[in-house]
């Protein structure tokens, strides 16, 4: 799906890319959203370019997992792929962008890289930053700014 030259006033939920989901937006301006502006599932694509993502996670919780979504948010197993150029990403009350990796996910594929290990090899205890590494994230010439929680977190949910 492709839009362009869009203003969405989200009242409710943002844009959500749906496992397996492809989405473009080009152009565009995205706002309002009571959670993430744009949430993209794992194992879906997403090319994000000149936007305006601001005012989002305006949704009033005590759930602190729920209060730091902002403007993009993208949970990562099986990693989704996102490219971002030229947005600008602000005034959104939680991070301005989010990667959010599950630990029970985590664990799951901690265990199958280290499957066929003996009972006395050493175990990777570098797993998270070689999942990172997995991720397909092209960042180039975004503003972010202004975000209530901070810019980027990197976290396990």
Known sequence: MTLENCILKCE????????GAALTVTDSEITGAQGAGVELYPGSIA??????????NNLRTSDSSKSTLGGVNMKV????????TNNHIYNN???GVSILQPTEQFFIVA?????????GDKKDE????????NLNLEMNNNKIEANLKGDIRIVTS
């Open 47 to 56: 090319i994000l370019e000149r936007n305006e993502i601001h005012h989002c």
């Open 77 to 84: 197993l099986p990693a989704p792929k996102l490219k971002m």
């Open 12 to 19: 409710g939920t943002g844009v959500c890319v749906l496992t």
């Open 111 to 119: 265990e199958a890289l280290n499957k066929g290990a003996a009972s």
């Open 93 to 95: 009350n939680g991070y």
């Open 126 to 133: 570098n797993m998270l930053s070689k999942v990172m590494q």
